[in-house]
Structure formats: structure tokens, C-alpha cells
């Protein structure tokens, strides 16, 4: 699983961000409508089962969640380990296309979450409550899981870029909510890259925290997994 969770890491780099609209006029790009309370059951290849199903995120939206897990597990109640994996800024689920079989070819659970920041929904950039959305997303998969158990000692966390920032908050904030967490190209210090970041992330930022760096410097430290190691990260 370790080797997965750096492979599906890898792909999240290569997720398409979305469109770089201007955000001003746009103010969330990545916006969509609650999802229904439903759960959709479908057959991805020979050995994979995709669920696709929801969740009430930190302030009571109801968000996507995709679940993948071996069909020869279902109703069987074997104990399996757990990826899950955060996507980058703007980016689409990682559980699907490419890696979607991969759950079911080497035997784990792979899920995603939609996201939800303050006010943007995949723009999250460590939004507390998303936060601890995904430290909770152990608990919110084994919810819906038919018939098998997660392995609590089998528990992974993997994402890249803004997804990476949150694996590295979590991590931080929430040490037992995972077994391991992988972080590819993070953002450790939001305040400082800033003026770095495209002008849609730059303006999705601003929107979340209420200004820049300058004005709200309080909320990029909350999101910055640098406040919580004590130094500057290379």
C-alpha cells in the first residue's frame, strides 16, 4: 500500500487544475450544488466495485465521496487497509480513470473526498474544517463499506500539491488519525508562496481567508504546516 499511496500521489500531480478564470468575476470556479443523498453502485472492470456516494462536510454541505474496494471482498467481512487520497488545487478525484482498478487488483479500500473549504469547495488550501473532514474519513468510509471492516493499523493518507498541504495538516494536527501519510510537492508556508501561485489560486486564497497575507496573516499561518514544526521546511 505504501508503494500505492506514492504512485496515486505521483498521478495527483498530473490532475488538470481547474480552468484559470478569473475568480473575481467567478468567485469560486469549483463551485457546484449539494450532491443527493444517494449511494450508486458500479462494476469497474473485472475485480474493482466503485461507490459512488456522499458526505456532510465541517459546515453541514453534502460533498461527493468515491469508494473503491475489491469485488471479491464485498459481503465476505474481511478486514482490508484503507488509502485515501486528497486532491490537488482545483483537481478532480484521484479515484477514478487510470487508477480507479487499482483498489481492486491489489486488495484495499480507495477513497476520496470531495472537499469543502470556507468558502470554495475544491480550493480548500487547509481549511480547518476540511481538515478535519479528512482526519475523519476512516470513520466516514467505514460507514458505507458493505460487509467488510477497515484494518485500523492499515490507515493511509496520500496527496500532492494543495493536497499535499492537507496530508501534512492532518498529519500534524491529527498524529492518530493515520497510520502514514505521503505528501508530494506541499506547500509548507502559504504566506510565503503566495505571490507564487496562479492568479486563480491567489484570488481562491483570498476569497477563503478574507484577504492576502498582508491583511490576514492569522489564517495562511493556520493553514501553513510550517506553524506546527517550528521552522522554515527546505
Not at 502514514?180 to 506547500?187: F, I, N, Q, R, S
Request: hydrophobic share 45%; charged share 20%; aromatic share 6%.
Amino acid at each position: 500500500v505504501r508503494r500505492l499511496a506514492l504512485l496515486i500521489g505521483l498521478s495527483c500531480l498530473f490532475v488538470p487544475a481547474a480552468a484559470q478564470a478569473d475568480s473575481r468575476a467567478v468567485p469560486d470556479p469549483s463551485a457546484r450544488p449539494d450532491v443527493p443523498a444517494v449511494t450508486i453502485r458500479q462494476d469497474v472492470g473485472a475485480k474493482t466495485v466503485m461507490l459512488r456516494t456522499w458526505y456532510e462536510t465541517w459546515n453541514g454541505r453534502r460533498r461527493a465521496m468515491t469508494i473503491l474496494f475489491p469485488r471479491a471482498a464485498e459481503n465476505t467481512g474481511r478486514v482490508l487497509p484503507l488509502l485515501v487520497a486528497a486532491h490537488p488545487a482545483g483537481g478532480a478525484s484521484t479515484c477514478v480513470d487510470q487508477i480507479a482498478s487499482l483498489a481492486g487488483r491489489f486488495g484495499f479500500v480507495l477513497a476520496c473526498l470531495d472537499g469543502q473549504g470556507i468558502s470554495t469547495r475544491a480550493f480548500s488550501y487547509g481549511a480547518p474544517g476540511q481538515i478535519a473532514d479528512l482526519a475523519a474519513a476512516p470513520r466516514l468510509i467505514a460507514g458505507r463499506l458493505p460487509g467488510m471492516k477497515l484494518d485500523a493499523r492499515k490507515l493511509y493518507l496520500v496527496g500532492s500539491s494543495m493536497g499535499g498541504t492537507e496530508v501534512l495538516l492532518v498529519g500534524l494536527r491529527y498524529p492518530g488519525a493515520y497510520r502514514e501519510t505521503v505528501a508530494l510537492d506541499p506547500v509548507t508556508d502559504l504566506g510565503f508562496r503566495f505571490n507564487s501561485l496562479p492568479l486563480v489560486r491567489r484570488n481562491q486564497l483570498e476569497a477563503e481567508c478574507a484577504g492576502s497575507p498582508t491583511l490576514r496573516r492569522s489564517c495562511y499561518v493556520v493553514r501553513s504546516p510550517i506553524a506546527y514544526v517550528g521552522k522554515r521546511a527546505l
